[in-house]
């Protein structure tokens, strides 16, 4: 069944533990050891000297990764007011936590996907990719594209996904790369039709294509509203037999299919900020509030980028505070069924803030990067930070996931308010 991550949050749990690890060994803040550490803007593209797995030297492409990480704690009411508020608690007997985590993903991966377009006999424009969607708006983003790239309303774009029958060879959904991938595809069948659409326009307008545009389901002469052609009659022109005779060179049909092969992964990233109250009594974890800034690169649809983005948090969520795998001593399953194994429902679900950071690719024309996976990946290592960072009296650690209200609760002892006038928050570099 597809499931977003695939190893990634486990990785990043691991690399951000790490860190707060390092900013407790060093008394700094976590935020600042973060700050400290990463790329810059005007670093980019940075070359990170290893080799990605499809063979090409990793070199992050575009981003601003510290304004990331600043923007989600703004959310939050900044890092100093983060840290009075967390200090003022516990002298209130209170265990506030800060918890962040941050990433970057490889998305858009190949070999390769592909994709056919075709203006039918009506002149509306028909789209078949590949790529195959479970749910994530494929549809609708690869019509979006369409539409933009033929200057044509969405209504006029029909998408078929995931058939043969259309497109012969496609490498599927995997990996934060449809919308790269199939995108990439229908742009370069795209430009191959214009070709042939501009051809037809230019002798029957009896006009030169550098003088010639796309605009109102046709083509028209730049500043001359009454000269245009509707891609209706462009395409009776173009087939076989039929209407106009078509320009020399110019073969019958207005359908291409094209195959796009990513010259390599774009880098979509995100900062991810969380504020917990762990109840010293039962142990229970309440998210108060979880932002994440993410940017994958230009948008095509912000409604279905937040869905997906939210989608993949919740699921994140569950990873980190609810789902578990889990045996008796004698090796049988317990959690075998949903009636066991807990998945967040909507009671579970915090507060949630998305911010869209939109630093184009530079890999694309198009600037976009994948999100598919984004959401799912920092959750459970948010919550261990946050988790452990209300516990710093305590100087507790937890290394792996769900988080549970037992263990919490054990690591306070007898006496849970038994550090509150001692323990001061982790102090800022000024």
Known sequence: APYRGAG?????????????????ELDLDPAEVRFRNMIKADQMPYSVGLTYRDGVPIVYDSGDYPKALERALEELGGLKSIRKRQKDALSQGRYIGLGLGCYVEGTGVGPFEGARVKIDATGKIVVATGACPQGQGHETVFAQVTADLWKVPIEDVYVTVADTAHV??????????????????????????????????????????????????????KGVPGMHISFRDIAT???????????EGIDAGLEVTSYYEPPTVTWAYASNAAIVEVNPATGQVLIENYVEVHDAGVLVNPAIADGQVKGGLVQGLGGGLLEEITYDENGQLLTGSFMDYLLPSASDVPPITVIHQETPSPLNSLGIKGLGEGGAIAPPVVIANAVCDA?????AEINSTPVRWGDVAAIFGDDPFKATSTTTTPEMDE
């Open 8 to 24: 990634r949050p486990e990785v990043g749990f691991a690399m951000e533990r790490a860190v707060d690890l390092v900013a407790n």
């Open 168 to 221: 012969t060879m496609g490498y599927g959904t995997l990996a934060s790369r449809s919308t790269v991938t199939a995108s990439g595809a229908i742009q370069l069948a795209s430009d191959e039709i214009k070709e042939k659409v501009f051809a037809i326009a230019s002798d029957i307008l009896e006009t030169g294509e550098q003088d010639l545009e796309l605009r109102d389901s046709g083509v028209g002469v």
């Open 237 to 247: 022109a173009a087939r076989p037999g039929w209407g106009h005779k078509r320009p």
């Open 391 to 395: 516990l710093r009296p305590f100087k």
